[in-house]
């Protein structure tokens, strides 16, 4: 009672076109990736050093320096050096020893501002604000994160991110551009606001 069958990951898929998906689909052998992985920190840690050096010499700089006054600097200056890849690709695709078991549950992928609005409450405007206060004037649809009071007149579906040194104002439809600045701020070298 309870227990799940566990198999053995043969091989990671990465986006099959649309042909390939619907035949493992039809096949019914095969599970996607939901990006949920379990492991023990020891191994997670060991496949990094096989797998991704670079990114492990980084991690162990940040082990190093907890409990350091200056613990936060190294986490920043550390993390922003870090290579620009997903979990997926740098460790679980060449992992030696990959078991999947199935899981029925609801997912939302929040890894975006603009789809936050699922998971936060928002007003009879479709207002949603993760932290702050909003007054919204004539304004619909718009996502808010700020410590200070943000006013909005006459504004449709906009993120506004606030945060101790730095303000994002955009469109949702846009936010996939952060990484563009993101990019843009590593190029100057101001990895203080990363």
């Known amino acids: 009672q309870g227990e799940q069958p566990v198999y053995r990951v043969g091989r990671f898929l990465e986006k099959p076109d649309l042909a390939t998906a619907q035949s493992f689909l039809s096949e019914g052998c095969y ?5 949920i992985f379990i492991c023990r920190v020891d191994r997670m840690l060991a496949e990094l050093a096989r ?12 082990g ?4 350091a006054p200056n613990a936060e600097e190294v986490l920043l200056a550390q993390w922003a050096q870090m290579p620009n890849i997903s979990i997926d690709h740098a460790v679980m695709e060449g992992a030696e020893c990959v078991a999947v078991t199935p899981l029925d549950a609801g997912w939302n992928d929040v890894g975006s501002w603009d789809a ?3 998971v936060l409450p928002c007003d009879e405007n479709d207002n949603c604000v993760a932290k702050g206060n909003l007054i919204a004037e004539d304004s619909c649809g718009n996502i808010v994160y700020s410590d200070k009071t943000v006013a909005l ?9 606030e945060t101790e040194d730095a303000l994002l104002v955009g469109p949702k439809s846009q936010m996939q551009k ?9 190029a100057q070298g101001r990895h203080d606001l990363l």
Do not use: F, R, T
């Open 31 to 35: 599970y996607w990736n939901g990006g």
């Open 51 to 62: 797998q991704l050096p670079e990114g492990y010499a980084h991690l162990q700089e940040i």
């Open 64 to 67: 190093a320096s907890l409990g």
């Open 116 to 118: 936050l609005e699922v």
């Open 153 to 161: 007149i006459g504004m449709n579906d906009l993120v506004v991110v």
């Open 178 to 186: 952060v990484k563009n600045i993101v990019e843009a701020l590593k």
